[in-house]
């Protein structure tokens, strides 16, 4: 973690979406530099694709703990079905939020018939250790807050920003918000000076502090800011994440959030063998755990954040 403000533009890698559905993701965290942007611990962005003679979507039943997921689109539906019964479509600018806690098992698929076009992104945010065992839960919000100024709009989706707050159940200080800048737009979002921010580019390009954000990027902002001003001659679209820097040390692999090599390996066992989770009805076969890694899984961090914390 940056405590101060700072520019680290980080490039998304290819990932293959799915299981044979041909849908590619540009992978933006975690990444070489960057394991956390707050609470914020994975983000995928994907689009926009025409899927008009294509399956889109095809993501078969598979688990997830110690996290949130936050699914955003910008074109066309995903249907969501898990294994608590939640069986939902969302569209464009609605928040389908995931808590995963103990245990949960989802499907992604797009529907048939389906929109011609595709584009979203798919969040995840890490659960503090004192909340990764709540309970299940879905949650689909159709009326978010939104902000105006000047020739930009903001839509919060997570968390808080400025007087706007997200109806979506958070579980440590952080924000999400997708922010729409008219071409030739000029505007100012308020942010919190002990959060750290980054900003990608989901459509067009926006110039922040002269340094120029284009799609399949992100540009990591540190701390210490109490405000952001974004430009954009042609107009564009761009998410804006921040938080409180995550000060545990995680254990990410897979879908699993977790704290150590032991409860990775744990409920990679429960998953292959059926003992936890339940079932997704009528979304298909499960999607099978990869193999594990040789050695052990190490927890990764905030450590800057540590560090200075014990310098204090």
Known sequence: MAARPVHELFAGRSVQLGVGDGTVVRRLLPNLGR????????????GPNNISNAPGIQVPPHPHIGLQTVSWLLDGEVHH????????????????LM??????????????????????????????DGSREVAPTWQHESALPTLVDGGLSATVIMGSLDSAHSPGQTYSPLVGADLTL???????????TDFEYAVLAMSGSVEIENANVEVGSMLYLGCGRRELRLKSDAGAR??????????EQIVMWW????????????????WMTGTQFGAVADAGERMPAPPLPPGRLKPGGSERHQQANREA
């Open 35 to 46: 394991r956390l942007v707050g609470a914020w611990c994975f983000v995928d962005h994907y």
């Open 81 to 96: 079905r898990d294994s608590i019964g939640s069986d939902q479509l969302i569209r464009p600018g609605e928040l389908g």
């Open 99 to 128: 808590t995963a806690g103990r245990g949960i098992a989802h499907a992604e698929h797009s529907p048939l018939p389906h929109a011609a076009m595709l584009h979203a992104v798919q969040l995840w945010v890490a659960l503090p």
């Open 182 to 192: 008219l071409p030739g737009g000029d505007g100012t979002v308020a942010l919190e």
């Open 238 to 247: 761009v998410l804006l994440l921040g938080g409180e820097p995550f000060d």
């Open 255 to 270: 879908n699993f959030v977790a704290r150590t090599d032991e409860q990775i390996r744990d409920v990679r066992e429960q």
